[in-house]
Nanobody
Framework: QVQLVESGGGLVQPGGFLRLSCVAF????????MAWYRQAPGQQRELVGS??NYAEAVKGRFTYSRDNAKNAVYRQMNSLKPEDTAVYYC?????????WGQGTQVTVSS
């Protein structure tokens, strides 16, 4: 089992920035990929990106990093736009399945 805890969401003005964190607990050594997703109201959950790829909508503005010593991954989000408003989820996958955090709300508004 893998447990994920996200943090770092909040309310920010357009053009601002936030840094999301995701810490993994449990069977962390079995994880072979971690990624960030988001879900806006009334829309399907979509991939934001992982260490290997980014969604076109966030390229050049969002970056992914990790700290293996802390079992954590991060999402630095710069130049935020109102359309980035969503609940952001951390996802981890291993041979047994896929795991999700509880999500953290990001709201971009003036």
């Amino acid at each position: 089992q893998v447990q994920l805890v996200e943090s770092g969401g909040g309310l920010v003005q357009p053009g601002g920035f936030l840094r999301l964190s995701c810490v993994a607990f449990g069977d962390i050594f079995s994880i072979y990929i971690m990624a960030w997703y988001r879900q806006a109201p009334g829309q399907q959950r979509e991939l934001v990106g992982s260490a290997r790829n980014y969604a076109e909508a966030v390229k050049g503005r969002f970056t992914y990093s990790r700290d293996n010593a802390k079992n954590a991954v991060y999402r630095q989000m710069n130049s935020l736009k109102p359309e980035d408003t969503a609940v952001y989820y951390c996802n981890a996958a291993n041979a047994k399945g896929s795991y999700w955090g509880q999500g953290t709300q990001v709201t971009v508004s003036s």
